[in-house]
């Protein structure tokens, strides 16, 4: 397990690395402003990728493991375009949705929902070599892709970068289908093709509460994006997100971990087993993410202003002080949530989520109008440490 561990950590790390590389490209080609709105273009999509995810997402490790491969792929990849110009057209109606980049959103959330759709058929099969290949050419790809069209071609908009994204999800997609297609071919044939409907409900209930539970954390974490430009405007939201990708490339520990947590816990239906494995490694994460978070912190504000960004991003130190505490809390949440998906207990982190999500909403209300970015980032701090503490409540309350 520990290979797997390190190999996922590395992937994440050298694409955490690469995306680094790209935000303070994008601060100097795009501005903040136009840094912004690229966090605003992402955010959206990935609330889409998430609505996907009740059939496309955790969902199918948990069911590869009691059903065929063949079986659960065919309604995962149907509801793909459904659930996209559902959500799609949801968020249009409520105003969510940048202005211009309505159908390029709903098509980059297809493409990215079946990516995410492959990598964890390649997570149940327990290719961990495909999964990460399948991330690295997803979001490492980026960086060189963009180099290419910003400098290359000098197109240095954001323009540019939602095509870079187009075509870096398209490679991950082939390349991701064809390393399925020889565990596709070794599956026998079914006598039922098709998917029953029972499957097809137990897939929508155990789908509605992971996206539930997806939708809810993604709204803690990326809501205030869109606050924050309601009170701040697009130069707001783009401290905003540097600042938060800085931080968040912690999380790739907390992460990687997260995926292995939940491939080994759904393979065994033993509480005991599963618990032991889920302590274990929240310690590791736990140290590994404080170690990590505390050499992020001692990094001066004038290298991110005067070497990495631009005088326009002054103040995102204060921005990844006020997320470092729940950076640390939020990536433990991960393995206690890992554990819940992985066990079939997935109400409890819906739950969690949930209270992050209540949390967020009542702090932000009161911190974001008065504190601005610095009050965004706080509120989130508090709001992932509420989570934590509700899932390890749960964790030693709940043993069997």
């Known amino acids: 397990m520990l290979k797997k561990i390190l190999g996922t950590i590395g992937t994440r790390y050298l694409i955490a ?22 966090g605003l273009i992402v955010a959206s999509m990935n609330f889409v990728v998430i609505f996907n995810g009740i059939l496309s997402g955790n969902t199918l490790v948990y069911f590869m493991h009691r059903y065929s491969m063949r079986t659960v792929m065919r309604p995962a990849y149907l509801w793909v375009p459904l659930g996209s110009v559902m959500a799609c057209g949801g968020m249009t109606l409520i105003g969510f949705l940048p202005k211009g980049y309505e159908v390029a959103i709903c098509l980059l959330a297809m493409f990215n929902s079946y990516v995410t759709a492959n990598a964890r058929f390649l997570l149940g099969k327990d290719d961990i070599k495909g999964f990460n290949l399948t991330f690295m050419l997803q979001g490492g790809l980026l960086f060189f892709v ?78 205030n994006y869109f606050l924050v430009e309601r009170f701040g405007g697009l130069g707001s939201v783009g401290l905003l ?27 065994t239906t033993d509480n005991s087993t599963q618990r032991q494995i889920t302590l274990r490694l929240l310690r590791l994460t736990a140290l590994a993410l404080f170690v990590v978070m505390a050499i992020v912190l001692c990094i001066p504000e004038w290298f991110y202003t005067e070497w990495l960004f631009n005088a326009e991003f002054a103040g995102i130190r204060q921005v990844i002080m006020g997320l470092s505490v729940g950076i640390v809390t939020l990536g433990c949440n991960s393995v206690l949530s890992h554990y819940f998906i992985g066990s079939g207990r ?55």
């Open 17 to 38: 690395f690469l995306n680094l590389a790209l935000i303070f490209v994008n601060a100097r080609v795009l501005g903040i402003e136009g840094v912004g709105l690229v």
């Open 241 to 267: 997100d540097a600042g938060t990708k800085i931080a968040e490339s912690v999380w790739n520990i907390s992460r990687s971990v997260s995926f292995i947590a939940y491939g080994e816990v759904a393979k």
């Open 146 to 223: 963009l180099m290419g069209f910003y400098y290359g071609l000098h197109l240095p908009t954001v323009g540019a970068y939602v095509a870079g994204l187009f075509v870096t999800n398209s490679i991950a997609l082939i390349v991701s289908t064809l390393r399925l297609w020889p565990y596709l071919r070794q599956e026998r044939p079914l006598a039922q093709p098709m998917a029953t409907p029972r499957l097809l409900r137990e897939m929508f209930t155990y789908g509605l509460w992971a996206g539930a539970d997806n939708m809810a954390e993604n709204c803690t974490a990326r809501l």
């Open 346 to 400: 997935i109400r409890w982190s819906a739950a969690s989520s949930a209270v992050g999500l209540v949390t967020l909403l009542v702090v932000g209300s009161l911190l974001i109008p008065t504190y601005g970015v610095f009050g965004s980032a706080m509120t989130n701090s508090i709001a992932f440490t509420a989570m934590l503490l509700f899932s390890w409540i749960v964790f030693k309350t709940y043993k069997s």
